[in-house]
């Protein structure tokens, strides 16, 4: 079992930045890729970002350019590091992990709220 903790999330003006972490423990060395997703009150849950294994990353068209991930094997630590905030980008934002050998992401965070706000 693999569980996540993410944190970092708060109140920021537009424009401004925030960094959010993902935490892993459990059966770490399972999982082969971790990712972001975030939930806008009203809608549906989307993907955001994802970061494999060996580094390669992925984002949905609406963040590229602004948001970067990132994973430090190190620290077992996964991070989004979201610059030039909108409103839009209010939500809350789950940290999910997928293991080797499985198509879809099996353990989530409880998340962590973003509120981008003047």
């Known amino acids: 079992q693999v569980q996540l903790v993410e944190s970092g999330g708060g109140l920021v003006q537009p424009g401004g930045s925030l960094r959010l972490s993902c935490a892993p423990s459990g059966s770490i060395f399972s999982i082969d890729v971790m990712g972001w997703y975030r939930q806008a009150p009203g809608k549906e849950r989307e993907f955001v970002a994802q970061?494999?294994?060996?580094?390669?990353?992925g984002y949905v068209d609406s963040v590229k350019g602004r948001f970067t991930i990132s994973r430090d094997s190190a620290k077992n630590t996964m991070y989004l590091r979201m610059n030039s905030l909108k409103p839009e980008d209010t939500a809350v934002y789950y940290c999910?992990?997928?293991?080797?050998?499985?198509?879809?992401?099996?353990?989530w965070g409880q998340g962590t709220q973003v509120t981008v706000s003047s």
């Open positions: 970061v494999t294994s060996t580094g390669g990353t």
């Open positions: 999910a992990a997928r293991k080797f050998g499985d198509s879809l992401y099996t353990s």
